[in-house]
């Protein structure tokens, strides 16, 4: 697995699905966007994980406050080379990149930097300055940008544990 880390200057020629997430924990949902990246591996597409350096959230904790992940840097490189991902990105997040505008995400990462011809990601992704990119922007940018998105609804507990009364949600958190 090709590591990509601690730059925002990449370019992968092949045409690539891309799966988009913190992926903190690699939850059973993370699993799931995980296995239906990899169909697109047996269509011949190089599978890229898209996911942060650290989480986003670390850059808004106040002081004295600490922010902690499941999942340290290596851990989360160890499952995705588990599960054969070709390319791993870990996307500098700093104020710089956070700024970037959701649009701009869009076009010059997803479709110019990562060649992204199937985008797979869950329905509560955001992303871009102040995460105002979501899932009906990728839904809009995919019917003229040459790539096809792939929306995930979330996933329930009760999908997992149907013997349960609870119907909360699958999430990290």
Do not use: W
Not at 21 to 30: A, L, N, Q
């Amino acid at each position: 697995m090709q590591i990509i880390s601690e730059t925002i200057e990449f370019k992968i020629t092949e045409p690539t699905a891309v799966v988009l997430g913190k992926f903190d924990g690699v939850h059973i949902g993370h699993q799931l966007l995980i296995t239906k990246l990899l169909e697109q591996k047996k269509k011949g597409l190089k599978t890229v994980v898209f996911t942060f350096d650290k989480s986003p959230a670390s850059l808004f904790i106040q002081d004295g406050d600490t922010y902690r992940e499941l999942c340290t840097l290596q851990e989360k490189r160890d499952i995705f080379e588990q599960y054969g991902v070709d390319v791993l990105i870990e996307f500098p997040m700093n104020i710089e990149t956070a700024a970037i505008p959701a649009e701009e995400f869009v076009t010059e990462i997803l479709q110019k930097r990562l060649n992204c011809k199937n985008l797979i990601a869950g329905e509560d992704i955001s992303f871009g300055y102040k995460g105002l990119g979501d899932c009906n922007m990728l839904l809009d940018y995919s019917l003229s940008g040459g790539f096809c998105a792939e929306i995930l609804e979330k996933l329930m507990i009760k999908d997992v544990l149907p013997e349960e009364d609870s119907v909360g949600e699958v999430s990290s958190t």
